[in-house]
């Protein structure tokens, strides 16, 4: 049984910074790609940034890039983001994100390429 859990989520004021993470405690499986999305009030929930692959490879959505940096410790199945010059826009509940398959018919921004989501941890920015 796979459970993604996310911690880090507070009130913060803008233009300070924040660390998510997101951990899956005894999971039998190791993860090819990561994923944090976000659900923001009245939104859809859309993607935030990627990371996978042995090598790292990292995605990132227009509005965060430069802003927050996605890092994974592979052998321990642990995911972080680090967000820095928060805006009120960041304010959203973060979901983390995974999949063991290294295939797929999506694309690692497309909530279909993940398997496992954790309950999600909320951020909020004021302004």
């Known amino acids: 049984q796979v459970h993604l859990v996310e911690s880090g989520g507070r009130l913060v004021q803008a233009g300070d910074s924040l660390r998510l993470s997101c951990a899956a405690p005894?999971?039998?499986?190791?993860?090819?790609?990561m994923g944090w999305f976000r659900q923001r009030p009245g939104k859809e929930r859309e993607f935030v940034a990627a990371?996978?692959?042995?090598?790292?490879?990292?995605w990132y959505e227009a509005s965060v890039k430069g802003r927050f940096t996605i890092s994974r410790v592979s052998t321990e199945n642990t995911m972080s983001l680090q967000m820095n010059s928060l805006i009120s826009q960041d304010t959203a509940v973060y979901y983390c994100?995974?999949?063991?398959?290294?295939?797929?018919?999506?694309?690692?921004?497309?909530?279909?390429?993940?398997?496992?989501w954790g309950q999600g941890t909320q951020v909020t920015v004021s302004a």
């Open positions: 994100a995974a999949a063991t398959s290294s295939r797929s018919a999506s694309v690692v921004s497309e909530s279909s390429r993940y398997e496992y």
């Open positions: 005894g999971s039998p499986s190791s993860f090819y790609v």
């Open positions: 990371v996978w692959g042995p090598g790292g490879s990292t």
